[in-house]
């Protein structure tokens, strides 16, 4: 059977998602009609890796490759540039209410606010937000309106997001514009897809990675509304990178990074650690080098501990509170039982009588993400590869995730990502040994 070149094929199935009635889907219908004109005109499929001198394969690369970029301006860049200018441009009403606050995500909007609370003194940990836009959000639960948004009492996000932000902050202020947490997000988007191509040598693999990962709507589309998956996916593939290059003390950095930027880091920690401590050796049974696992794990955990000490100091009771208590339900004022969970199931059978109300999710976290846990490590001790490690992962934080309390859609495109490179990724292949 005559084979098919997978960039086309996603180019095809991904980009109309994204036609909208404005002048940017024109941009995504001429660059994706060019696209296949290209495919056409020179295939890259059956080539291995691009020719260091320029000819007829790099000049069609490259095409692609700029074709690939146009579309994901225009679906993703310019959508989210119109969101953040709505909200600069769109009168406010006289109790101040922004109608653009709508395509504001509630998290990017804490996470400038908590910018607020720090330019003032005040830890964001310990503040409530009812004084802020916060109050325009709400909660439609069992088709009734919740006024009171939990984010008005709690900060969930982790430090390594404010020490992010805050230059970003400083350097908005010293210019006098407005900050926006979406520039950010954006801005971390942009460079993911600018180092996607590095990740394998074959040029269709390149321009399917890109494609894959870049126009995935589970995580594009939250892109444009200031979610903030893409920063840990980008710092992971940074440490996963950095790794490949025998950087092994920049990797752990990065990886560190990632755990301090949010919980679901943390799940692919054993996966992490599994790929640094064995050493695959050709012919040979695997190996564990323990004095580099621990050494990975210092710096993994020194790195988060550097980050976190501050605002665990600040307030140690606020910062447990909004931290672990707060997405375990075990609160004044819960996150409600929402998404793609068993807590669903949960709520449908009347075990609680609310979606506010706690329920033990831990226990079915550990009856589901155990047996996963064991499983996909010792896939990943078979196969002993960049690429088990992020299947691996992925697998596992689907899984816990589906047992949690919330599972929402962008977790889900947050897996998907991890899946997808994890299956690209080219050193997949299992060692022999």
């Known amino acids: 059977m005559k084979s098919r070149p997978l960039d086309v ?23 994706l009609a060019l696209y296949v004109g290209v495919a056409l005109w020179q295939p890259l499929d059956k080539v291995e890796r691009l020719p260091e001198q320029f000819n007829r394969i790099r000049l069609a690369f490259l095409l692609r490759w700029f074709l690939a970029l ?55 940990y310990a503040a409530t937000y009812d004084d802020s836009p916060l109050r325009y959000h709400s909660f439609v639960v069992d088709g009734q ?67 894959a990962v870049g126009l995935n709507p589970l995580l594009a589309s939250p892109i444009v509304i200031g979610q903030n998956d893409v920063v840990i996916i980008l710092t992971v593939i940074a440490s996963l990178l950095a790794w490949e290059k025998g950087k092994e003390f920049q990797s752990a950095v990065w990886f560190g990074i990632a755990c301090s930027l949010k919980q679901f880091a943390w799940l692919m920690a054993p996966f992490y650690l599994l790929m640094v401590i064995t050493r695959p050796r ?13 050494q990975t794990a ?15 100091w600040w307030d140690p009771a606020a910062f447990w509170e909004d931290i672990f208590l707060y997405p375990s339900g075990q609160v004044a004022l819960n996150y409600p039982i929402t998404g793609y969970s068993i807590g669903m199931l949960v709520l449908g059978l009347g075990w609680v009588s609310s979606p506010f109300d706690y329920f033990p999710f831990w226990i079915f976290q550990a009856l589901i993400g155990f047996p996963i846990l064991f499983f ?31 599972f929402q859609d962008n977790y889900v495109g947050l897996v998907m990502v991890l899946l997808t490179l994890g299956w690209l990724w080219p050193d997949r292949q299992e060692i022999d040994g």
């Open 70 to 124: 146009i579309v994901i301006t225009a679906a993703v860049a310019l959508p989210t540039i119109a969101n953040i200018a709505s909200l600069l441009t769109s009168e406010r009403d006289a109790d101040g209410f922004n109608p653009a606050y709508v395509t504001y995500n509630d998290g990017a909007l804490q996470i400038a606010l908590a910018m607020e609370k720090l330019q003032e003194g005040v830890n964001p």
């Open 298 to 312: 210092v710096i993994v955990s020194a790195i988060f501990a550097v980050l976190a000490a501050p605002f665990f």
């Open 145 to 211: 309106l919740i006024g009171r948004h939990p984010a008005n009492e709690y900060f969930v996000y982790l430090p390594g997001f404010l020490w992010l932000s805050w230059p970003f902050y400083q350097f908005f202020a010293w210019m006098g514009l407005p900050y926006d947490q979406r520039w950010i997000f954006l801005f971390a988007y942009l460079i993911l897809i600018l180092i996607l191509p590095r990740i394998t040598k074959a040029p269709s693999d390149k321009l399917t990675l890109l494609i």
């Open 9 to 31: 094929l996603l180019l095809l199935a991904l980009a109309p998602a994204y036609v909208r009635r404005d002048n940017a889907s024109v941009l995504i219908v001429v660059a």
């Open 282 to 294: 050709n012919g040979a049974s695997p190996t564990f080098d323990w004095k580099r696992g621990v």
């Open 376 to 406: 996909m490590l010792k896939k990943q001790w078979q196969q002993r590869t960049v690429g088990a490690m992020l299947l691996g992962g992925g697998i596992f934080i689907f899984g816990f995730g589906l047992a949690s309390r919330f």
